[in-house]
């Protein structure tokens, strides 16, 4: 069987990728939350500042996956709100973001 048609190392191979670039994900929703001086931001705001600042994303279902994936790994730092109104709230925490940081690179 090859590696492509095997689903668990397809899975892990999209997981190792989006792993390797949740640094620069972070790198982009740090700086965006800071340059808004807002803690909360929608979802859909924050998907869409990510690809409209970054002609090198284009893949809306992608970053989705990789906020994710940063939610799960980075849950003293980011979490997800729901709203009355059905808006979901991101939500950046008060914690070290140069240790946050860190821990993502070390668990590529």
């Given amino acids: 069987m090859k590696e492509e048609q095997d689903?668990?190392?397809?899975?892990?191979?999209r997981r190792y990728m989006l792993m390797a670039?949740?640094?620069k994900l972070f790198d982009m929703i740090h700086v965006l939350f800071q340059s808004i001086n807002r803690t909360a931001v929608t979802k859909e705001e924050l998907i869409y500042k990510i690809i409209a600042g970054h002609l090198d994303i284009v893949d809306r279902g992608k970053v989705e996956e990789q906020l994710k994936?940063?939610?799960e790994l980075a849950l003293d730092y980011i979490s997800e709100q729901f709203c009355l109104s059905g808006d979901t709230l991101i939500r950046l925490n008060r914690s070290s973001p140069e240790s946050i940081c860190a821990e993502l690179v070390e668990a590529k």
Avoid: E, G, N, V
């Fill in 69 to 71: 994936l940063l939610q």
């Fill in 7 to 13: 689903p668990a190392i397809s899975r892990a191979k």
């Fill in 21 to 23: 670039s949740l640094p």
